[in-house]
């Protein structure tokens, strides 16, 4: 699968970026970089985009696979239309952000960095946004909530079902 | 080269620079505990139960991992480290099933050994275990994540000696798992069910997915004809199993003990090795004329075969369409004797005692189905599956008296002996090969050129004013080293052996646990089972495989020619592209 001209299911810049990738000492030192590249077009890392990364790459899919759930950063399901993040920074935290978090798992029966069946929701946690005056914040999608209790987390989640 | 003195629990030793702490304490006669180390495998420093004392360093330090310093003092066995050794054995079994009476390596376990010899009497971490399920897809190899115990031994041997690299560990903390690809099935992953992975386990993370409970039944079934068969390797190993020394040759004794098992006919798959030669140097000698799918590749290694499947489909062609020797001698029962004998094939029950987990997977191919559905073996043992139903029945085996093998189908020459050795099939098929070819007897019937100890060998033989070369590898990565040459055209080979386990047959992955004093994949256990098929090999009168007489009559009386048609519907087979494709 390592010739030019074989169909790709991967973009074809991330292709041409792996190709780049095979010209240099040690290609496979590239797997986390490719591995980001894929994350940032698609959202998340799918099987068959990581079997192809291993192919083209000639890395082992299973190390591939073995890089993809060690680091936190990779989402191997895809995000929720409602990607809710939670500020776990110090402002946040000590402001109770993991009590939003346990909200949100027991509303939504999810754990980290997973979706719910329906698609709908995925959640994740997140570093400080650089906003602590607002704590504790939950991002969701693009948009900031501010000064987040445990008990708005149901009403916030009712809205974003009723759209 | 440097030498390097130091001092392990007081006494001087010098040892060249570069040996470990672990190293150095053996050539004193101290054995420190370890549990992820292999000394075939690289260093993995992932269980630290091999941690010592060494004056001036502020932790305790991995022996395995460490290289000796001038001067150092090291303490071995001081109070500290052996709580702190007790401590991590414990740490260990608290994330593993207590389950000891009720595992198959019950007696049989490293952790268990360790936990014993370190002295842990009580548990005193008790807290959250991991929990997995069984995954049992693949017909060979069962992974029981929950049992494993994270060192990382079966990553090592798939990745560094068979070049496959199908398990990882996945997920971090607590979460670790080892396997497949995405936590694929067995089944749907590269995995080539060689079952080295089992042999270097400590635990009973990974296990052959057992066939005794259907042996057991067939046998105690009135209605069935139950016929066995024993691979060439089998005699040079099942001894260690009832406690005789690495390389006894037990032929006899098996045969005896397979028939107070209940086996009606046993029958030998050095018969179908003989076979194989025959039709195998047929079709070499075929293509020697016609220049066309050369290199020939041998076919007898079911995990090769998957290999090649997965990794190498372009040069399925080269393949040899030669079943293996138990396929065929399966093949032969069902038709050959069963018509003979006037029995319904499809009350035969065939059972294979093999050295090898990929044979299981083999005999479901549907390659290996009789037209009207059954299949031509119906279970395959391993040697260490063997053992334990001789022992679970009660025989005393190394009492028992030879027996023989019946015949037509367990007369072998000395050629079908040697099959269960890197560099066997060359050898068998060179015997036969050159005496066609020449016209003339051979003078020498030794070809120790082709004896792939170190996992691979080249060797060049003039033959009728022809060059032959050959080339032979056991361990996929080397079997990759010799396809490598022949894809790029920097070898042109005629014939090549491959065996997808180190040292053949003998290393395969259904072998015996290794005996004391000796550790997984062992070259000098490797080496004293060689020897006691070479033993058994020189001591027969006939040792080419078409001078078996039984070869001859059933060519005769049944098959017609070699490579004739009947032949090629028997045993002959094909091949398949297989995914995921593997990553060479
Ligand atoms: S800690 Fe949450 S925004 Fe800074
Ligand atoms: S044996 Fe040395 S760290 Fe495991």
């Known amino acids: 699968m390592t010739g030019t001209d074989v169909k790709t299911i991967l973009h074809k810049d991330i292709v041409k970026f792996i190709r780049e990738c095979l010209k240099k000492d040690h290609p496979d030192s590239y797997l986390i970089a490719v591995l980001h590249k894929v994350q940032g077009r698609y959202g998340w890392l799918s099987e068959p985009h990581m079997a192809e990364v291993a192919q083209l790459l000639q890395v082992p899919t299973a190390t591939v696979s073995g890089v993809a759930t060690f680091y936190h950063f990779f989402r191997l399901r895809p995000r929720g239309r409602f990607a809710i993040s939670v500020c776990l920074g110090t402002a946040c935290f000590v402001r109770g952000a993991d009590e939003i978090v346990e909200a949100f798992r027991s509303e939504l029966g999810i754990g980290m960095g997973e979706t719910t069946q329906d698609g709908l929701f995925s959640l994740e946690t997140s570093r400080c946004l650089g906003v602590c005056a607002l704590a504790p914040v939950v991002m969701i999608n693009e948009k900031v909530y501010s000064k987040v209790t445990a008990k708005q987390v149901p009403e916030l989640i009712r809205q974003m079902q009723e759209g | 080269m440097k030498r390097v003195n130091l001092f392990i629990d007081e006494t001087a030793v010098t040892v060249e620079a570069g040996t470990t702490i672990m190293e150095a304490a053996e050539t004193l006669g101290i054995r420190i505990p370890r549990l992820c180390y292999h000394p075939d495998l690289s260093i993995e420093g992932a269980c630290r139960v091999c941690v010592v004392e060494v004056e001036g360093s502020r932790n305790f330090i991995p022996s395995c991992a460490t290289p000796v310093q001038e001067g150092m003092r090291i303490r071995t066995n001081s109070p500290e480290i052996r709580q702190a050794r007790r401590d991590l054995i414990e740490l260990i079994i608290d994330n593993h099933p207590r389950e000891c009476q009720t595992c198959e390596r019950d007696g049989n376990c490293e952790l268990q050994d360790l936990s014993y010899s370190l002295g842990v009497r009580e548990r005193l971490f008790e807290g959250k275990r991991k929990r997995h399920d069984i995954e049992s897809s693949s017909p060979s190899v069962i992974r029981d994540a929950e049992k ?321 070369n050959v080339a032979v590898a056991n361990g996929l990565n080397n079997a990759k080293i010799l396809l490598e040459r022949v894809k790029s055209g920097e070898k042109s080979y005629h014939l090549l052996e491959l065996m997808a386990c180190p040292g053949g047959c003998i290393g395969g992955g259904g072998q015996p646990y290794p005996p004391e004093g000796h550790y997984v994949l062992d070259p000098e256990v490797i080496r004293l089972r060689a020897r006691a098929l070479y033993d058994i090999d020189e001591a027969k009168k006939v040792r080419k495989s078409h001078e078996n007489p039984y070869i001859q009559k059933l060519y005769q009386e049944f098959l017609g020619e070699a490579g004739g048609s009947k032949s090629h519907e028997l045993l002959h087979t094909t091949y398949t592209p297989r995914t995921p494709r593997g990553i060479k």
């Open chain 2, 148 to 468: 494993c115990i994270l060192c990382r031994r079966c990553i090592r041997v798939c990745s560094e000696v068979q070049g496959i690299h199908n398990l990882s560990q996945l997920y971090r903390g607590f979460d670790t798992v080892v396997a497949p690809a995405f936590e694929s099935p067995m089944n749907d992953s590269v995995c080539i069910a060689c079952g080295q992975c089992i042999n270097v386990c400590p635990v009973a993370s990974f296990l052959e997915r057992p066939s005794t409970e259907r042996v057991w039944e067939a046998l105690a079934d009135p209605s069935r004809h139950v016929v066995v068969q024993i691979a060439p390797s089998i005699r040079a190993a099942i001894g260690e199993g009832f406690g005789l020394p690495v390389g006894t040759p037990a032929t006899g004794q098996t045969i005896t003990a397979l028939r107070r098992l209940g086996f009606d006919v046993v029958f030998d798959t050095n018969f179908g090795a003989d076979l194989t030669i025959v039709e195998e140097a047929h079709e070499f000698l075929g293509r020697l004329e016609s220049g066309r799918n050369l290199p020939m590749l041998t076919s007898c290694s079911p995990g090769w075969i998957k290999f090649l499947e997965h990794f190498y489909p372009e040069l399925i062609p080269n393949a040899s369409s030669c079943k293996s020797p138990m396929q065929m001698l399966s093949t032969l029962t069902k038709t050959f004797y069963a018509e003979k004998t006037g029995i319904d094939p499809a009350r035969i029950f065939m059972v294979g005692v093999m050295p090898c987990t990929a044979k299981k997977f083999e005999i479901e191919r549907p390659e290996h189905f009789h037209p009207s559905g059954y299949p031509y073996t119906d279970a395959v043992l391993t040697t260490r599956e063997t053992i334990w139903m001789i022992k679970a029945y009660g025989i005393d085996f190394t009492k028992l008296p030879d027996g023989e093998f019946d015949v037509p189908l367990g007369f072998s020459s000395g050629a079908g002996d040697i099959f269960g050795t890197t560099g066997g099939v060359m050898e068998a098929a060179l015997r036969t090969a050159a005496e066609k070819l020449t016209g003339k007897p051979l003078e020498k019937l030794e070809f120790t050129e082709v004896r792939a100890v170190e996992g691979l060998r080249e060797a060049s033989f003039e033959l009728a004013g022809k060059t032959l």
